[in-house]
Antibody, heavy 120, light 107 residues
Framework: EVQLVESGGDLVRPGGSLRLSCRAS????????IDWVRQAPGKGLEWVGR??????????QYAASVAGRFTISRDDSRSSLYLQMNSLKTEDTALYYC???????????WGRGTLVTVSS | DIQLTQSPSFLSASVGDRVTITCRAS??????LAWYQQKPGKAPNVLIY???TLQSGVPSRFSGSGSGTEFTLTISSLQPEDFAAYYC?????????FGQGTRLEMK
């Protein structure tokens, strides 16, 4: 069974940092792109970014709203994806999902999300 | 960036109604568009991909159409479990973007 489990969400002050993790199981992690998507409370979905996978020359892509502050990385040996978030702003408050990409056509599996709250 | 505009943002309908949600892209995205359903407190689930391909396990009352810049999601006969939020998404180019969502509520 495919599973994506996010962790690391917390309450953090503006300007602070946080690192989220996504642990995958039930499939060959290195074969797939895994993205981050977030959803602010009561709001819509926002794609955050995607990093390259092994064997693909590809620059990591980010939404403009997080570029320069967030860094996505992955460790295929641990079937894990990470999101390092720096210089956090109140508008980064959201539920952060990791999602599996199916052949660049759609997101076929979603985690349950981890909540990041940025507040003083 | 490719903007996706969904209409309407809110839709009130009754069980058995036929409803259509529109998604307009700010530039040509061919057919690289997906539709998701999201129920309160849950992660989204894909309904349609490639503009018109029904995801396995999704009821046939859901259908999608369109290409280029205009797309539609149609539910032929609303069921109680269909009252939810719906989002379109383009995967044609980075940054990937979602429509702002359509909230489908029971009349």
């Amino acid at each position: 069974e495919v599973q994506l489990v996010e962790s690391g969400g917390d309450l953090v002050r503006p300007g602070g940092s946080l690192r989220l993790s996504c642990r995958a199981s039930g499939f060959t992690f290195s074969d797939h792109y895994i993205d981050w998507v977030r959803q602010a409370p009561g709001k819509g979905l926002e794609w955050v970014g995607r990093t390259r996978k092994a064997g693909k020359s590809y620059i990591t892509q980010y939404a403009a709203s997080v570029a320069g502050r967030f860094t996505i990385s992955r460790d295929d040996s641990r079937s894990s994806l990470y999101l390092q978030m720096n210089s956090l702003k109140t508008e980064d408050t959201a539920l952060y999902y990791c999602v599996r990409v199916f052949s660049n056509y759609y997101f076929d599996y979603w985690g349950r999300g981890t909540l990041v709250t940025v507040s003083s | 960036d490719i903007q996706l505009t969904q209409s309407p943002s809110f839709l009130s309908a009754s069980v058995g109604d036929r409803v259509t949600i529109t998604c307009r892209a700010s530039q040509d995205i061919s057919s690289v568009l997906a539709w998701y359903q999201q129920k309160p407190g849950k992660a989204p689930n894909v309904l349609i991909y490639g503009s018109s391909t029904l995801q396995s396990g999704v009821p046939s009352r859901f259908s999608g159409s369109g290409s280029g810049t205009e797309f539609t999601l149609t539910i032929s006969s609303l069921q109680p479990e269909d009252f939810a939020a719906y989002y379109c998404q383009q995967l044609k180019s980075f940054p990937l973007t979602f429509g702002q969502g359509t909230r489908l509520e029971m009349k």
